[in-house]
């Protein structure tokens, strides 16, 4: 069991920023990548980065060179560094894993880009 907790969500202008974080907890030693997804009104879900245990990363071709995701050694904490934001990345943030049988999702936290 992993219980992951999004946070640093906010109301932010255009060309801001904003760091979220995903805080996880239970058997973070199995935990092999965690991904940041988001989902607008009346859009699906969306992978935006992932990060691996060898510190590999990977981002969705829209956030590329704005985004950034990290991790600590522990795997207690993932961050997305969001940068340059724009109002197309309004959206529910989730922080994601998955450890045989099972998907772990965190609650979401909300980012909201005005223009």
């Known amino acids: 069991q992993v219980h992951l907790v999004e946070s640093g969500g906010g109301l932010v202008q255009a060309g801001g920023s904003l760091r979220l974080s995903c805080a996880a907890s239970?058997?973070?030693?199995?935990?092999?990548?965690i991904g940041w997804y988001r989902q607008a009104p009346g859009k699906q879900r969306e992978s935006v980065a992932t990060?691996?245990?060898?510190?590999?990363?990977n981002y969705a071709d829209s956030v590329k060179g704005r985004f950034t995701v990290s991790r600590d050694s522990a795997w207690s904490t993932v961050y997305l560094q969001m940068n340059s934001l724009k109002p197309e990345d309004t959206a529910v943030y989730y922080c994601h894993t998955y450890i045989f049988p099972m998907n772990y999702w965190g609650q979401g936290t909300q980012v909201t880009v005005s223009s």
């Open positions: 239970g058997r973070i030693f199995s935990i092999n990548a």
């Open positions: 990060i691996t245990t060898d510190g590999s990363t």
